[in-house]
């Protein structure tokens, strides 16, 4: 399981509350990364890492932000939840091998509903 | 916007049949991931194909990729019922590490 675990597992919040997701590592990797899973549409990436303190934006980042400030941390912050935030959202590492960074391995997830 | 298509978004399959899984992907490139998700868990990394003309092969399971014709397809051999779950497939145009998945190929084997 590449030693991610993910905290909160299931979490239910209100409208305009913030809410902050974890994302543990065990394993030093470089890269992190954060996606949300909704039916129909897969995985979208929200936000990833490349080291501590180096983030930049993914496909669908409005309304999230991100913090790494140590390499096996990172946290996803909703600033105001709305109800379009309802959504399983997995953390991931990228594994280096060969040379380069490949395949990612996903954390357990977190269940996140607004209401 | 690149474009990550899969189909069939619905299999049923009874067990002992032979089926494609197909992933289309709208820009170049030369990464291509599969992976497996069961109901409610997380996904599994099946395959890794990264090079054109990639082919992996694991039980009844084989992937092979075309980036010529940025196709890859997920042939599944003589299905048996614990092969039921949701496949994604996922690219990574730029090497930078920026995943696209498709929308998943929901599989149920029929006993």
């Known amino acids: 399981d590449a030693g991610i675990t993910q905290s909160p597992r299931h979490k239910v919040t209100e409208t305009g509350t913030p809410v902050t997701l974890r994302c543990h590592q065990t394993?030093?990797?470089?890269?992190m990364y954060w996606y949300r899973q909704d039916p129909g549409h897969g995985l979208r990436l929200i936000h990833y890492?490349?080291?501590?303190?180096?983030?930049d934006k993914g496909e669908v980042s409005d309304g999230y932000s991100v913090s790494r400030s140590k390499t096996e941390d990172f946290l996803l912050t909703l600033e105001s939840a709305t109800s379009s935030q309802t959504s399983v959202y997995f953390c991931a590492i990228a594994m280096y091998s060969g040379g380069t960074y490949n395949e990612q391995f996903f954390g357990p997830g977190t269940r996140l509903t607004v209401l | 916007e690149l474009k990550v298509e899969q189909n069939p978004l619905f299999l049923s399959m009874q067990e002992g049949k032979n089926y494609t899984i197909y992933c289309n992907y709208s820009?170049?490139?030369?990464?291509l991931y599969w992976y497996r998700q069961d109901p409610g868990k997380s996904l599994e990394s099946l395959f890794v194909?990264?090079?054109?003309?990639a082919v992996k092969q694991e039980g009844r399971l084989m992937a092979s990729l075309d980036t010529k014709a940025r196709l890859s397809t997920l042939h599944i051999t003589a299905a048996v019922h614990d092969l039921s779950a949701t496949y994604f497939c996922a690219v990574d145009p730029w090497e930078g590490n920026q995943f696209y998945f498709g929308t998943g190929t929901s599989l149920t084997v029929i006993p």
């Open positions: 890492s490349y080291g501590v303190k180096d983030t």
């Open positions: 394993e030093n990797h470089r890269y």
């Open positions: 194909l990264l090079s054109n003309g």
């Open positions: 820009t170049t490139s030369d990464r």
